[in-house]
């Protein structure tokens, strides 16, 4: 059995190249959330960002050897499923589908859902969806930027690294992307501040 | 610092990434401008809110199904010979570059040296004529000096009517030659 603290992502990644079917378990195990909820802020469909996360963890099942160690793993992993979300997002572009807004199904599973009131509960998803559908405005380059800055909490050099580009540039992106949330979601806050 | 270079720096200066002087202009443009104040305020709480956003979490059957594709998807096989110059360079280049590189400077090679003209090519050997009549211009006959080179000494086949080129050596060395026995009957 692995010890969840005692290997590093690399460390890990080593492991499985090395056969050791144990560690991409343990990997799977800390990346599945992360890339869920970066994939699903990308594309704005929870179905649709499973299936890609499932694409990605595939992907590193069988392409474990294509890793190098000159980056870090959480660097190759968000690019797979960086890639694999603007494919998802070119095929839609292409058959032309206007998806939906799917949110708020009775499948969502919220982390902190179980001690909020209803009318909180109905607040928190109003302003979630306004979040979300605010995110889905943004060009893909300030969208992806921020989603790894503010919501994965990465930091710029490994967004650098991901997106492959360079630091000013990835600061520059976050800095327009955040002014152009915040002047999305100007009206939200307001509402919010009169109920109060 | 004017509204423009503070919107600029808004996230710079959320993260503590500007210098004490930018810091003091900053500040004192935003004590002074609400709009800015506003801005400012607004990209603040937007990154408080996105941090503290609900996460979702995969759905209980994503083990299984992760499973069940990892089963079924065959693993893909490495090249030897590509995992062999995995990392490394050859002449400076990546491997595939630089294969690529040799084989198209060898293609040229060949190219160029199938291209030279060579005297056993057999086209060549089918024109010359079996039976050349030598046609002799100057004042020395053949017989005069046999192993010399003479440069005015022009073999003409006769038996060779196909080319063009060899048409027009005929035509210029009579022209010639009936030139240079006038000379020589003026001379006379």
Same mark, same amino acid.
């Given at each position: 059995?692995?010890?969840?603290?005692?290997?590093?992502?690399?460390?890990?990644?080593?492991?499985?190249?090395?056969?050791?079917?144990?560690?991409?378990?343990?990997?799977?195990?800390?990346?599945?959330?992360?890339?869920?909820?970066?994939?699903?802020?990308?594309?704005?469909?929870?179905?649709?960002?499973?299936?890609?996360?499932?694409?990605?963890?595939?992907?590193?099942?069988?392409?474990?050897?294509?890793?190098?160690?000159?980056?870090?793993?959480?660097?190759?992993?968000?690019?797979?499923?960086?890639?694999?979300?603007?494919?998802?997002?070119?095929?839609?572009?292409?058959?032309?589908?206007?998806?939906?807004?799917?949110?708020?199904?009775?499948?969502?599973?919220?982390?902190?859902?179980?001690?909020?009131?209803?009318?909180?509960?109905?607040?928190?998803?109003?302003?979630?969806?306004?979040?979300?559908?605010? &995110?889905?405005?943004? $060009? +893909?380059?300030?969208?992806?930027?921020? %989603?790894? *800055?503010?919501?994965?909490? @990465?930091?710029? =050099?490994?967004?650098?690294? &991901?997106?492959?580009? $360079? +630091?000013?540039?990835?600061?520059?992106? %976050?800095? *327009?992307?955040?002014?152009? @949330?915040?002047? =999305?979601?100007?009206?939200?806050?307001?509402?919010?501040?009169?109920?109060? | 610092?004017?509204?423009?270079?503070?919107?600029?720096?808004?996230?710079?200066?959320?993260?503590?990434?500007?210098?004490?002087?930018?810091?003091?202009?900053?500040?004192?443009?935003?004590?002074?401008?609400?709009?800015?104040?506003?801005?400012?305020?607004?990209?603040?709480?937007?990154?408080?809110?996105?941090?503290?956003?609900?996460?979702?979490?995969?759905?209980?059957?994503?083990?299984?199904?992760?499973?069940?594709?990892?089963?079924?998807?065959?693993?893909?096989?490495?090249?030897?010979?590509?995992?062999?110059?995995?990392?490394?360079?050859?002449?400076?280049?990546?491997?595939?570059?630089?294969?690529?590189?040799?084989?198209?400077?060898?293609?040229?090679?060949?190219?160029?040296?199938?291209?030279?003209?060579?005297?056993?090519?057999?086209?060549?050997?089918?024109?010359?004529?079996?039976?050349?009549?030598?046609?002799?211009?100057?004042?020395?006959?053949?017989?005069?000096?046999?192993?010399?080179?003479?440069?005015?000494?022009?073999?003409?086949?006769?038996?060779?009517?196909?080319?063009?080129?060899?048409?027009?050596?005929?035509?210029?060395?009579?022209?010639?030659?009936?030139?240079?026995?006038?000379?020589?009957?003026?001379?006379?």
């Amino acid at each position: 059995m692995i010890d969840k603290h005692k290997y590093s992502d690399e460390e890990l990644i080593y492991r499985f190249q090395q056969g050791d079917e144990v560690a991409y378990i343990e990997l799977v195990n800390r990346y599945r959330n992360r890339l869920i909820n970066f994939v699903y802020r990308y594309i704005g469909d929870r179905n649709d960002a499973e299936d890609i996360v499932q694409d990605t963890l595939v992907k590193l099942y069988t392409h474990k050897h294509f890793y190098r160690n000159i980056a870090k793993f959480s660097t190759w992993i968000y690019t797979i499923a960086s890639n694999l979300a603007k494919t998802e997002l070119r095929k839609r572009k292409r058959r032309k589908v206007t998806v939906l807004s799917k949110m708020g199904g009775e499948d969502r599973e919220f982390d902190p859902a179980s001690e909020i009131t209803a009318d909180e509960f109905a607040e928190g998803r109003h302003t979630e969806r306004e979040i979300q559908n605010a &995110i889905q405005s943004l $060009p +893909l380059h300030f969208r992806t930027a921020v %989603i790894l *800055r503010d919501i994965q909490e @990465l930091s710029y =050099e490994e967004i650098s690294n &991901i997106l492959d580009v $360079p +630091l000013g540039t990835v600061k520059s992106r %976050i800095n *327009r992307a955040r002014l152009q @949330l915040q002047e =999305e979601l100007k009206h939200v806050k307001q509402k919010g501040r009169k109920r109060i | 610092m004017n509204c423009y270079e503070v919107r600029d720096i808004i996230s710079s200066y959320i993260e503590n990434e500007l210098s004490i002087q930018s810091i003091n202009q900053f500040d004192e443009h935003v004590n002074n401008c609400k709009n800015c104040d506003g801005t400012y305020l607004g990209v603040l709480s937007l990154i408080t809110t996105l941090r503290s956003s609900p996460r979702i979490t995969v759905s209980n059957r994503f083990n299984s199904k992760l499973q069940e594709r990892i089963n079924n998807v065959s693993i893909k096989t490495i090249n030897p010979i590509s995992h062999l110059f995995r990392d490394k360079l050859v002449f400076g280049f990546e491997p595939k570059y630089a294969f690529v590189s040799i084989i198209a400077v060898v293609a040229i090679i060949f190219l160029m040296v199938g291209l030279l003209p060579t005297n056993e090519n057999p086209s060549l050997e089918t024109s010359i004529p079996t039976e050349i009549t030598p046609v002799f211009t100057g004042s020395s006959s053949p017989n005069d000096n046999p192993g010399m080179y003479n440069p005015d000494v022009n073999l003409v086949s006769e038996t060779d009517g196909d080319s063009v080129k060899t048409t027009e050596n005929k035509k210029g060395t009579v022209s010639d030659f009936e030139g240079r026995i006038k000379l020589v009957k003026d001379r006379r």
